[in-house]
Structures are given as C-alpha cells and as structure tokens.
Nanobody
Framework: QVRLEDSGGGLVQAGGSLRLSCVTS????????LGWFRQAPGKERELVAA????????YYSDSVKGRFTIIRENAKSMVYLQMNSLKPEDTAVYYC??????????????????WGQGTQVTVSS
C-alpha cells in the first residue's frame, strides 16, 4: 500500500505562483510514475503533469505546458508541482497520484491507483 499526502494549495492572484507538495509513504518503492491531477467544479479530473520513476521523462498537458514544472525527489519521497503564471482557469482541487504498473506512455492517465486527499487551488482574477 502506498499513501500520499498533498499540500500547498491556497488563494493566489492571477499571475502568481504556488508550489504543491506531496509526500509518499508506505511501500513507496513500488511506485512508478507520479502524477498531478486536477478537478474543477463540473469538470472531469484531468492529468496535468506526470513524471517517471527516475525523473527522466515528464509530461505536461497543453493547458499548463511552459507554466508548471513537476519535480521528483526519490530520496525524500517527495513530488512537487511548481505552478507559475497562474490563471483563473487553473482553479481546481489538485491531487497527487501514484501508480505501480509500468506504462510506456507517460501521458496516459490510466493506472493511477493511489491518491492524495486533494488540495484546493483558487486563482482570482
């Protein structure tokens, strides 16, 4: 079993920055990819960023590419999402997630079986 605890959300003005953090525990050595998802009211949950086990491969959705950066520190069992140039449309609950199974396509949202509790990000205009 892998446990994840995400934090770092808050209220920020458009153009500002936030850094989300997620600590993994339990059998975290079993995790492969780590990802950050978000879900806005009335919308489906979407994968916004993912990173491979070694950190050598990353994925960003088109909506966040160039503004968000996913960082993984295996020695600390941590994954971060640095969010810059935030926009009101980034407002959502953000979740970190982990999967043990290996997928060749880092951009797939399939297979994530362990989830954090979510942290609210609100961007005001």
């Amino acid at each position: 079993q892998v446990r994840l605890e995400d934090s770092g959300g808050g209220l920020v003005q458009a153009g500002g920055s936030l850094r989300l953090s997620c600590v993994t525990s339990g059998r975290s050595f079993n995790t492969n990819a780590l990802g950050w998802f978000r879900q806005a009211p009335g919308k489906e949950r979407e994968l916004v960023a993912a990173i491979s086990r070694t950190g050598s491969v990353t994925y960003y959705s088109d909506s966040v590419k160039g503004r968000f950066t996913i960082i993984r520190e295996n020695a600390k069992s941590m994954v971060y999402l640095q969010m810059n140039s935030l926009k009101p449309e980034d407002t959502a609950v953000y979740y970190c997630a982990a999967r043990a199974r290996i997928y060749t396509d880092i951009s797939t949202s399939a297979g994530y079986e362990f989830w954090g509790q979510g942290t609210q990000v609100t961007v005001s205009s």
